[in-house]
């Protein structure tokens, strides 16, 4: 992404590493694990800094399936049933659909965005 001073800036992570409690994690670890979540048709999972510390925060955002009720609470049960904590997201939002390049590959850095101006962090 161009800055407003010009310069170029790296918006994702090389190889979506997340870094929690002491652990590597990539994130399609925990998109494989939410995917099999009945009503869940896709999801997106990275990481945001954490306002202590130099740890990340997990993410999800999560599309449900057509004609489905999947809520919030859903997903956060499921994690608390098939991960261990330190992989489990903090945040999860529940969206109609994800961002997507041309080529079809969701743009996490706009997800990432989202939820750092939500959080009072400007542009990185």
């Known amino acids: ?8 800036y790296f918006v994702d992570r090389l ?14 670890q925990v998109e494989d694990v939410i995917n099999q979540l009945p009503g869940v048709r896709y999801c997106a999972v990275f990481a945001v800094p954490s306002e202590e510390g ?6 999800a955002f ?3 399936a057509e004609g489905t009720r ?5 997903v956060h049960d499921h994690a608390r049933a098939a991960m261990p904590t330190y992989m489990r997201p903090r945040i999860v939002r529940m969206v109609k659909d994800l961002p997507r390049t041309p080529t ?4 996490k ?10 959080r009072g ?4």
């Open 104 to 107: 079809s590959k969701i743009e």
């Open 15 to 28: 190889g979506d590493r997340i870094r929690v409690r002491g652990e590597n994690l990539s994130s399609y």
């Open 70 to 74: 999947l809520t919030v609470q859903d």
């Open 54 to 59: 130099d740890e990340d925060v997990v993410v």
């Open 109 to 118: 850095y706009k997800l990432r965005r989202q939820i750092l101006d939500e």
């Open 121 to 124: 962090h400007g542009p990185s």
């Open 62 to 64: 999560v599309v449900p």
């Open 1 to 8: 992404m161009r800055g407003e001073d010009g310069l170029l």
